[in-house]
Nanobody, 124 residues
Framework: QVQLVESGGGSVQAGGSLQLSCAAS???????????MTWYRQRPGKGRERVAA???????HFAEFAEGRSTISRDNDKNIVFLQMRAMKPEDTAVYTC???????????????WGQGTQVTVSS
């Protein structure tokens, strides 16, 4: 089974930038190149939304609200996936969680493939 540990959350002013990290382990390694690695967020009082995804073959996907101001990348050797967000807005305030999905990034999270999440707070 997979273990996911997020880090990098915190407070940032509107217009600022933040980089989140997700360290994956288990599944015999090579996780970030064998699965679709994704970032989700859940804002207060709202449902979970997918922010970005990085497929096993390197294909990138972004939500409309993240397009143009987000970068998703990975360190293959260390099994870490990163999410960089720029021009952050107060409405970006949320718990950000990484997840492991089946290759193809069609939204199917593998069993136990959710991290615990990291809080991001954007102030105006």
């Amino acid at each position: 089974q997979v273990q996911l540990v997020e880090s990098g959350g915190g407070s940032v002013q509107a217009g600022g930038s933040l980089q989140l990290s997700c360290a994956a382990s288990g599944l015999h390694g090579m996780i970030v190149t064998h699965y679709c690695m994704t970032w989700y967020r859940q804002r207060p009082g709202k449902g979970r939304e997918r922010v970005a995804a990085l497929d096993a073959d390197g294909t990138e996907h972004f939500a409309e609200f993240a397009e143009g101001r987000s970068t998703i990348s990975r360190d293959n050797d260390k099994n870490i996936v990163f999410l960089q967000m720029r021009a952050m807005k107060p409405e970006d305030t949320a718990v950000y969680t990484c997840a492991v999905e089946n290759p193809g990034c069609v939204g199917v999270v593998i069993v136990g493939g959710w991290g615990q999440g990291t809080q991001v707070t954007v102030s105006s």
